[in-house]
């Protein structure tokens, strides 16, 4: 599974669009967790670390374009859209048309249904992984805040860019972006309503 491009929106608090350019993606801000627990919720990685349904009562409109097993997907997932709990799916859209592909979105459902087997993909506290089978991208909550900004990360890094996975991290708007500077690493900046990338 790989997340090619990604735009996830809401009424007050993210307006974000990137296309992924490396193999590890870090969401330096306020809201960087929540957007870690929105693709995972888009890619059917149930168990989020926080509840979306906190922030903009859940309201969240997401698209992406995601590749499993040599196929491409592009998915438009809306949070809560007319109640709490009213979620809905829908994947490869005609062009200029509401009509999607019925077909495609019960196999996108199914093929993240089979991967969504644990939650060995996500990391807390820690960025300790082995390689795997798991083709799943991995996420990583509350690590790089918590090391002493002395400890050069590269080597992190370096062994996660290596694991041949997706890599989404989130750490908070304190955190030196200098310290990321790795040619393996991209960073998405969660300014409010504002989208940068570094």
């Known amino acids: 599974m790989k997340i090619n491009n990604i735009q996830i929106t809401s009424a007050a608090t993210l ?4 296309a992924t350019t490396s193999p590890i993606c870090v969401f330096h801000g306020r809201y ?9 919720e888009l ?6 670390q926080n509840d979306p349904d906190r922030i ?5 409109v997401i698209h992406a374009d995601i590749e499993m097993e ?22 490869n859209f005609e062009p ?7 077909e495609d979105t019960r196999e996108y459902v199914v093929k993240c249904n089979e991967l969504d087997t644990d939650n060995s993909n996500v990391l807390i506290k820690t960025a300790d992984i082995s390689s795997c089978e798991d ?3 991995i996420f990583i909550y509350d690590y790089f805040d918590r090391i002493d900004e002395a400890i050069d990360v590269t080597p992190i890094f370096d062994r996660l860019s290596s694991l041949g996975r997706q890599v989404f991290i989130s750490v908070c708007a304190g955190y030196p972006c200098e310290k990321m500077e790795n040619q393996n690493v ?3 900046k969660m300014e409010d309503n504002d989208r940068a990338e570094g």
């Open 15 to 18: 307006n974000i669009e990137f």
């Open 32 to 40: 960087s967790d929540l957007a870690l627990d929105l693709i995972r």
């Open 43 to 48: 890619i059917g990685d149930c168990g989020t």
């Open 56 to 60: 903009d009562d859940g309201r969240f």
């Open 70 to 91: 040599n196929k491409n997907y592009s998915v438009c997932y809306i949070g809560n859209a007319d109640f709490m709990g009213d979620n809905r799916l829908a994947v």
């Open 96 to 102: 200029n048309s509401i009509r999607f592909s019925e």
């Open 135 to 137: 083709n799943r991208p």
């Open 186 to 188: 991209q960073i998405v």
